[in-house]
Every structure is written in C-alpha cells, then in structure tokens.
C-alpha cells in the first residue's frame, strides 16, 4: 500500500526564518510528487509537481525538491501569509493520489 | 475563468439519511475525483470519473456512490450516514485520467449528527 509521512506534523517560525518540511513516500511507481497549500476551511492549491529524482522547482519563497524516497519543501524567509497546511501527495502508477496529513506551519511577524 | 466549483458550502444531516453533494470543474477539464477530508488528517481518495465512468475507487464502502453527467459535472452520494462520514468532502477536476495539476474546489462541509 502506497505510503506517505509528512514530518514534523506543525511548525512554527518567526518571519524571515527560514526552514524545510519533510514528505518520505513509498509508492509503487512513482508517476509524480504533488505538492499543495491548504488555507483552513478551503480546497487544497496546486504548488507544484515533481516527476524524477534530483528535479527542483521554485515559486516565490517555496522551493521544491525531490530524491527517490522523499521529497523536501524549502520555505525561504517565509512571511506571515505562508501560513498554511502544505500537503505532499504521492501518484502511484494507477493513478490514484495518495495524501500526507501535511504540515501546519505557522509564521510570526 | 470559473474554477471548480462545489454545492452546497455547509450541510448537516441526521444519521441514516441520505446526501448529495455536487461538483462543477473548470472549464475545459474532463475529470472529477472526490476525495473525503476529516479533520487534521489528509484527503483520502474516494472515487474518479471519467466518461461517465467510475474509472478509480479508493477504499470505500458502497454506500458512497458518485455519477458524471455529460458536462463532466458530477455528483457524490453517500447513503445511510454515519457519524464518522462527517468531514469535508473534496472535488477535484483534471484534463485525463493521469491527475496532473488536478485542482480543488473549496469543498463541502458535512456535519452527521
């Protein structure tokens, strides 16, 4: 059974203090690594997708990168208004996505 | 641009009743999945559909049931509530079947009691 595990389960920061979130993932066939904001009460937002080991991606403050059995999201100077749950969604080779329970992070100003 | 869209926003129900909730996708996408959200946890795949077809299942009973219409609209049955069927139900639309950039709506809340 497809696996994901986002780790650490919240996070809190001050402005400008910058960190990383952790998504280790067993998946059979790894067709894609998703990964989403999620403000509360709404529907997830699409960030990025990541296919293959060693690719990066990057968007504004948020820099994504994946390695063959995790995948890290790098929070540069985060501001108050990145605030969110990010989510780390694994596609396994039906298709079908797998969610991690996200991550909480909480910025300070 | 109308993103996806979902009805109702709020929903609360007795145990044992029935429910319908319903999902427009974007435009020019082809492909709704539903996923169920509890809380503090991630969403759990329910069901795909494309071409009018239940194409994917998660792992869920037969009492969630969905239908696509021919304007790719769908909508997500749930019979015979149970108190642990509250939580928010997610839509999500996508151009194929392969759930690339799927985007979400912003969900329905339903409350079993």
């Known amino acids: 059974e497809d696996q994901v595990t986002q780790s650490p389960e919240a996070l809190r920061l001050q402005e400008g203090e910058s960190s990383s979130l952790n998504c280790s993932y067993t998946v059979s066939g790894l067709r894609g690594l998703f990964w989403y904001r999620q403000d509360p009460g709404k529907g997830p937002e699409f960030l990025f997708t990541?296919?293959?080991a060693g690719e990066e991606k990057e968007k504004e403050r948020l820099k994504a990168t994946l390695t063959k059995k995790e995948s890290f999201l790098h929070i540069t100077a985060p501001k108050p208004e990145d605030s969110a749950t990010y989510l780390c969604a694994v596609q396994a080779a039906d298709y079908k996505l797998s969610f991690g329970a996200g991550t909480t992070v909480t910025v300070r100003a | 641009d109308a993103g996806v869209t979902q009805s109702p926003t709020h929903l609360i129900k007795t145990r044992g009743q029935q429910v319908t909730l319903r999902c427009s996708p974007k435009s020019g996408h082809d492909t709704v999945s539903w996923y169920q959200q509890a809380l503090g946890q991630g969403p759990q795949f329910i069901f795909q559909?494309?071409?009018?077809?239940?194409?994917q299942r998660g792992n869920f009973p037969d009492r969630f049931s969905g239908h696509q219409f021919p304007n790719y609209s769908s909508e997500l049955n749930v019979n015979a509530l149970l108190l642990g069927d509250s939580a928010l139900y997610l839509c999500a639309s996508s151009f194929g079947t392969d759930g690339t950039e799927a985007f979400f709506g912003q969900g329905t809340r339903l409350t079993v009691v």
């Open positions: 990541l296919y293959s």
């Open positions: 559909y494309y071409e009018e077809e239940e194409r």
